[in-house]
């Protein structure tokens, strides 16, 4: 009789640790941003990892198994591009530089994202200065009301700010730099 008790004892244990594993593998991490622009990692079976503002890893927690290191690694580096910084991946002591938009290419973050942006948060009244290049000093091309679609053309990091360069839907020949923060994915085309 004891023997059997243990052997469902043992059973029920072992159920519940594979529920355990099926449940922490389904979870997403958290990301959570530091003011310094480090972004610190949290998965679900307890594994931290910290990143600083360009993806390489600083420190990670000893409980991180290899697949922790990995969903860790694309979780920070997808947060990152998100932002719009410019990410090294440092997964295996290895340096992955991700390659920069082209013409052809989305382009949300700085290597991928949406054809088209739209113009949003701008108090009334006020406009987006498209520029001729990614610099507040450099020339105004023209200003852009609130609402305005952008054909999107890549951003890039310049001077610790995210510069997205686009053309106006209506006129492609009209082309300059507009800082990505008053931009969001536009759902028309």
């Given at each position: ?35 310094s ?9 307890g ?60 382009a ?10 739209e ?10 200065n ?20 952008l ?19 209506n ?7 507009v800082a ?10």
């Amino acid at each position: 009789m004891q023997t059997k008790r243990s052997a469902l004892y043992a059973i029920a244990f072992l159920s519940l640790l594979s529920d355990s594993v099926v449940a922490r593998n389904d979870s997403p991490p958290e990301v959570v941003p530091r003011s310094s622009g480090e972004v610190e990692v949290r998965m679900p079976g307890g594994c931290v990892a910290l990143y600083d503002k360009s993806g390489g890893l600083i420190t990670r927690g000893s409980s991180c198994s290899k697949s922790d290191r990995r969903r860790a690694d694309e979780a920070a580096t997808s947060y990152l591009r998100e932002q719009g910084v410019s990410v090294n991946s440092h997964s295996g002591g290895q340096n992955h530089d991700i390659p920069p938009a082209t013409d052809n290419d989305f382009a949300d973050g700085l290597a991928g994202g949406p054809d088209f942006w739209e113009v949003i948060e701008l108090a009334p009244g006020d406009a987006l200065n498209m520029r001729s290049k990614p610099s507040a000093k450099a020339s105004v091309v023209v200003g852009l009301p609130s609402g305005t679609l952008l054909r999107n053309h890549g951003c890039k990091m310049q001077g610790g700010q995210r510069w997205c360069q686009v053309s106006m839907r209506n006129d492609p020949n009209r082309r300059g730099w507009v800082a990505g923060r008053y931009l969001h994915e536009s759902s028309q085309q």
